[in-house]
Antibody
Framework: QMQLVQSGPEVKKPGTSVKVSCKAS????????MQWVRQARGQRLEWIGW????????NYAQRFQETVTITRDMSTSTAYMELSSLTSEDTAVYYC???????????WGQGTLVSVSS | EIMLTQSPATLSLSPGERATLSCRAS??????LAWYQQKPGQAPRLLIY???NRATGIPARFSGSGSETDFTLTISSLEPEDFAVYYC????????FGQGTKLEIK
């Protein structure tokens, strides 16, 4: 079992960046894959990307290739998702999820609301 | 990118009834499909992976079936806590999600 606790809500201006954290406990962080997914109000889930914690390998959805960076800090068992060049369309709840492989979303964080407004 | 289309958009049923939710893929995904349940204000919860395997702790009333392009999630006898939104997901290096089916109390 793994528990994921995300950082708190953020309010950002257009054109700025946001960095959301996801702290893992209860299972082996170093052998997991951390995913990031977002959900705008009333919309479907949208995959952003993943990081293989042990190797640091990443893979991003095409639409986020130029704006997202996913990292991890193994010393604190924390994954991060940084999204830059924010627009109002980036207003959403951002979730981290974890599993043993890049295909797994077994455990989920509680979500972080990111609001982008001028 | 593989598109997933779920139907119906909304399903109105009563507790004790059987629920059948569908997910259709734009091309074959073999059996690499998962189902999630999401309640308001909560994160999604994994129910089924690889089309028919229940995740740990998921009650036996939840079952999944299908392959290639057509998949079904069945809830054999609805409990009050089952009313939620359900999403299907293509399991791959570039996952995609369906638009969801809202299961509401009739």
């Amino acid at each position: 079992q793994m528990q994921l606790v995300q950082s708190g809500p953020e309010v950002k201006k257009p054109g700025t960046s946001v960095k959301v954290s996801c702290k893992a406990s209860g299972s082996t962080f170093t052998t997991s894959v951390m995913q990031w997914v977002r959900q705008a109000r009333g919309q479907r889930l949208e995959w952003i990307g993943w990081i293989v914690v042990g190797s640091g390998d990443t893979n991003y959805a095409q639409r986020f290739q130029e704006t997202v960076t996913i990292t991890r800090d193994m010393s604190t068992s924390t994954a991060y998702m940084e999204l830059s060049s924010l627009t109002s369309e980036d207003t959403a709840v951002y979730y981290c999820a974890a599993g043993a492989t890049v295909w797994d979303f077994d455990y989920w964080g509680q979500g972080t609301l990111v609001s982008v407004s001028s | 990118e593989i598109m997933l289309t779920q139907s119906p958009a909304t399903l109105s049923l009563s507790p004790g009834e059987r629920a059948t939710l569908s997910c259709r893929a734009s091309q074959s995904v073999s059996s690499y499909l998962a189902w999630y349940q999401q309640k308001p204000g909560q994160a999604p919860r994994l129910l089924i992976y690889d089309a028919s395997n229940r995740a740990t702790g998921i009650p036996a009333r939840f079952s999944g079936s299908g392959s290639e392009t057509d998949f079904t999630l069945t809830i054999s006898s609805l409990e009050p806590e089952d009313f939620a939104v359900y999403y299907c997901q293509h399991r791959s290096n570039w996952p995609t999600f369906g638009q969801g089916t809202k299961l509401e109390i009739k």
